[in-house]
């Protein structure tokens, strides 16, 4: 018995991994969201400085890598019990946050903000505003037996690096290359559900 629980215990961390190209496109498609605040509050601020841009991008890329591993933890709590049918979840969770990127890309919703948002409670809830899309692709993740702990790492870094390049260059880029930026990884995020539940079921 303990070699059949050892058995399966090896099988549901080494059934799947991520390769680069697969990885970089989930850390570009969850970052874009980021990018897109980062460069509205680089437009709301009088001037960037070098605090404004590290502590926006250190909480972004922080919440980014966390959220996927607290998706991923709970996500492998509930696997068992829908092994059945847990790619469609997936897939549905991959497309579901992709469609809401896509749809978000199209809403005129930016505010300017009263007080600095790159400072206590305002930062924590961009920061958390941002991350829930990684949260619900982390829980995906533990469905299809992909361990987040690397990937993590790289959405967290991909995320900070896109943030300081969002919140410096943000009188450049300008508020409507925000909208383009949600698009392009809701379509990504997308991509890559289709790709994971068609590589399940051509098995």
Request: glycine fraction near 12%; hydrophobic fraction near 55%; aromatic fraction near 10%.
């Amino acid at each position: 018995m303990a070699t059949v629980a050892k058995a399966k215990h090896t099988a549901y961390h080494g059934a799947m991994d991520l390769n680069w190209a697969s990885i970089l496109g989930l850390s570009v498609g969850l970052a874009t969201d980021a990018l897109a605040v980062s460069i509205a509050v680089g437009l709301a601020l009088e001037s960037v400085t070098p605090r404004h841009v590290f502590r926006l991008s250190f909480h972004f890329g922080l919440f980014q890598f966390m959220m996927p591993i607290i998706g991923w933890l709970a996500g492998k709590q509930l696997a068992r019990y829908i092994d059945g049918f847990d790619h469609w979840i997936a897939f549905a969770l991959l497309c579901g946050v992709g469609g809401k990127m896509l749809w978000e890309a199209w809403e005129d919703n930016e505010t300017a903000p009263d007080r600095d948002p790159t400072r206590g409670l305002t930062l924590v809830a961009l920061s958390l505003a941002t991350s829930l899309d990684a949260l619900a692709v982390g829980l995906s993740m533990a469905f299809l037996r992909v361990s987040m702990w690397w990937p993590s790492v790289i959405i967290g870094v991909i995320t900070a690096a896109m943030c300081s390049v969002g919140i410096t260059f943000s009188s450049r880029i300008g508020a409507r290359f925000g909208h383009w930026a949600d698009a392009a990884g809701g379509i990504v995020l997308i991509g890559i559900g289709t790709w994971m539940l068609a590589g399940h079921l051509g098995r």
